[in-house]
């Protein structure tokens, strides 16, 4: 081999070295590069994970959270039918008491809502059909306490128990629905303490 051979083997051989470096150091980089995307690509894929499970767990809440709102909301609507259907009821067993007992109960009302003024009593057909002989008596001797005169009228009024007042041609609306209207919310409350205490 010549000098010039040597030489040209020798360029050869270092550039051989020169390149298998380059090629290694290549390898090296690439597998660097590579690691360093896998390690990226697992981050993201973690973090997505997260974002996921962060979104289910937030729309389960969110779910639970409504549904518990829809079943409260279905206890309450039930509390409140329940609590309306006591007072219906009590409003009917109160017109519906022996006549005794109704009456009395007519007459206490008359005691809170008699005015000292003159004025006129009226009933329903049925409450003047069944109205006991001294009751008459009785209410007319409220008023004159109370500094009042009262007329009963023989007119029948379209009110399912109760009475109404006259006063100056103002009628004041004492009939058991409207007495239970004018207390609903102060029966309401005593009521809903009672069955759900």
Known sequence: MTGLEKMVSQILEEADASAAVTISDAEKK????????????????????????????????????????????????????????????ACDRVKNLDEEKYFEILKNMAGKYLLPKDGEICFSRKDLERMPADFREEIRSMAEKKGGALEFSGEARNIDGGFILVYGGIEENCSIDAVFAEKRDELLDQVRKILFA
């Open 30 to 89: 690439a597998a660097e590069i590579l690691d360093e995307a896998g390690k990226k690509a697992d981050e993201i894929r973690q973090q997505r994970e997260e974002q996921s499970r962060a979104k289910v767990k937030s729309y389960e809440e969110r779910t639970a959270s409504a549904a518990d709102m829809k079943k409260r909301t279905a206890v309450l609507a039930a509390k409140q039918e329940l609590i309306g259907n006591v007072i219906a009821d």
